[in-house]
């Protein structure tokens, strides 16, 4: 009875340990590793403080329509000799002084000045909105080059993992092959030892199994480099693959394959980008133009100031520069024409225009490069499907004979360089698969990467 009792609670807890395993979240699938990769790798964050930066100058170009506010505050002290004449303090001002009056008092005295002028660029023919729109096809085209960025990113994860599983299925390949030409060293040495079989085929065998140990140590390298290079991207260590995901990454192709087809809507993030590399140009080309046609603005300025000069004394006293205060106001319209600009702008503007038209053949040619790859990437998908078929129908036949070659040579019908032919072709058939698993899966990778989708690779590897 107690027997029975055991039996049933062993079973209780093994099927409580399936359905818990079965309801475990897949930690090494690509979509969870993506997970972490965009939460935390620098590269992505890199690209979000770039468009934020785009994001700013685009509002700092709106901002140039806004009436332009400038305010300034003085207060001076030194001499005030004058002299009769004329000159240019600065390019586009120039002063004019008479013979002052001869005045009693300090030789200096405290000034105090203040103005505030307003600047607003009422009329330009339309070139603060042409450079409205360049600043946002900027920022759409940084928008856009994050996500080239991301879909890049995307493609080296993908690429990395599956590097990594197709050196950990090369090092279990090896692993196996090592184990069976070790059992067959076994059988080999007890058939010497029993007079069956020659010495020498204990020593052939044994140096087939050293040969297998050698590579398992190479394969035993890849794997571990691999799974750092992984990590690194990830960003966190990472457990190694389990037999489970290992099976599935060589098996799954066999049962399902991605039937998803790219839409006519599709709009590859580099194409997006070319698009509103080409609009940008466009438009500063058209802003271009118009900055060469005359301005119109509405201008305003307040003025006051104050001196320690008096009608026929001066003072140097600091409170007496805020006497005699005077203030003034102006406003008015006025219109500015650069004339040389009617020249120079319109090479600006035919330099511009290339720029425009050259991203806009790039858009064509990547465009019509795309639509080829994605066709000659769903071509080779398929053939590498019924490829993988016919390996793993190989792989079964290949271990069948080996099983019924290995009594063969148990009971002295064969010899031992019949049965390593045999071995080396069954280790052959199963590296084939995994070498066919691995173009299979990276094809798959290179078509996400042109389609810009990755669920499928996310969801099932």
């Not at 093994?14 to 972490?36: D, F, I, K, M």
């Not at 007890?190 to 065998?205: E, I, M, Q, W, Y």
């Not at 280790?427 to 173009?439: G, N, R, S, V």
Request: glycine fraction near 6%; charged fraction near 15%.
């Amino acid at each position: 009875m107690k027997t029975i009792f055991r039996s049933a609670t062993c079973l209780w807890l093994t099927c409580l340990s399936v359905t818990l395993y079965a309801q475990e979240p897949r930690q090494h699938t690509l979509g969870n590793l993506w997970e972490q990769v965009e939460r935390q790798y620098p590269g992505i964050q890199a690209q979000t403080a770039l468009v934020a930066s785009s994001a700013s100058k685009q509002q700092a170009v709106k901002s140039q329509a806004l009436p332009q506010f400038k305010i300034q505050a003085q207060n001076s002290y030194g001499t005030f000799e004058g002299s009769n004449g004329a000159f240019f303090p600065q390019s586009g001002f120039f002063n004019v002084s008479g013979n002052p009056n001869l005045l009693d008092g300090s030789d200096q005295t405290f000034n105090t000045f203040g103005s505030a002028t307003v600047e607003w660029e009422v009329f330009a023919f339309g070139k603060q909105n042409q450079e409205n729109k360049a600043a946002s096809a900027q920022y759409e085209q940084q928008l856009a080059q994050k996500e080239a960025y991301i879909l890049q990113l995307k493609k080296e994860l993908a690429v990395r993992h599956i590097q990594n599983l197709y050196a950990t299925a090369n090092y279990d390949w090896m692993s196996k092959n090592a184990d069976r030409l070790k059992n067959i060293e076994l059988i080999t040495n007890g058939l010497a030892v029993s007079g069956l079989k020659p010495a020498a085929d204990n020593l052939l065998a044994h140096s087939s199994y050293l040969q297998a140990a050698g590579q398992q140590r190479y394969w035993t390298g890849n794997k571990q480099a691999t799974h750092i290079a992984l990590a690194e991207l990830v960003g966190e260590p990472l457990d190694t693959i389990d037999a489970i995901h290992l099976h599935n990454f060589l098996t799954f192709p066999l049962h399902k394959t991605n039937d998803a087809t790219a839409t006519e809507t599709f709009e590859h993030p580099v194409l997006t980008q070319y698009k509103q590399e080409a609009s940008y140009f466009e438009h500063s080309s058209k802003s271009m133009s118009r900055a060469a046609l005359p301005s119109i603005k509405v201008l305003g300025g307040y003025a006051i100031r104050g001196t320690g000069i008096q009608s026929h004394t001066v003072t140097d006293k600091w409170k007496d520069g805020f006497s005699n205060a005077i203030d003034n106001y102006l406003v008015g319209v006025g219109i500015t024409w650069n004339f040389s600009s009617l020249f120079t702008n319109q090479y600006k503007k035919q330099a511009l225009t290339k720029q425009a038209e050259s991203a806009e053949k790039k858009y064509s040619a990547y465009e019509q490069a795309l639509q080829a790859n994605i066709a000659a990437s769903q071509v080779q998908i398929k053939e590498q499907t019924q490829q993988l078929q016919q390996t793993h129908q190989a792989i079964i036949h290949a271990t069948q004979a080996y099983g019924m070659y290995m009594a063969r040579y148990k009971s002295g019908l064969i010899t031992l360089s019949e049965l390593l032919q045999i071995q080396q072709l069954l280790e052959q058939a199963e590296k084939t698969h995994i070498d066919a698993t691995q173009h299979y899966w990276m094809q798959v990778v290179s078509e996400a990467a042109l389609t810009a989708n990755f669920d499928f690779l996310f969801t099932n590897l």
